[in-house]
């Protein structure tokens, strides 16, 4: 059984910075693309970023780029979101996910496999 675990988040003014982790165990995740996506309150799930663990490969949605940074760590089962430049529209629940498909797309129904979440707040 796939578990994910996310740690990392936390209260953080704007212009900060904060790195999340998600520790993956119960396969070998060769095969995999592993995501982020956040939640705010009364929104819907969207996608973040997505990274592929056999290349490395990276996609992240527009409203992030230049300022995440998804990446993995084959040797620890860890994937990591290292967020720059914070702002307030960023305040969310942060989930980590996986597709043993190694789907690398924003449709979060393509992920099988979820973390329970870890919040992230950003005061202006």
């Known amino acids: 059984q796939v578990q994910l675990v996310e740690s990392g988040g936390g209260l953080v003014q704007a212009g900060g910075s904060l790195r999340l982790s998600c520790a993956a165990s119960g396969r070998t995740f060769s095969n995999y693309a592993m995501a982020w996506f956040r939640q705010a309150p009364g929104k819907e799930r969207e996608f973040v970023a997505t990274v592929r663990w056999s290349t490395g490969g990276t996609s992240y949605a527009d409203s992030v780029k230049a300022r995440f940074t998804i990446s993995r760590d084959n040797a620890k089962s860890t994937v990591y979101l290292q967020m720059n430049s914070l702002k307030p529209d960023d305040t969310a629940v942060y989930y980590c996910?996986?597709?043993?498909?190694?789907?690398?797309?924003?449709?979060?129904?393509?992920?099988?496999?979820w973390g329970q979440g870890t919040q992230v707040t950003v005061s202006s």
């Open positions: 996910a996986a597709s043993p498909r190694g789907y690398m797309g924003s449709n979060r129904n393509w992920y099988d496999y």
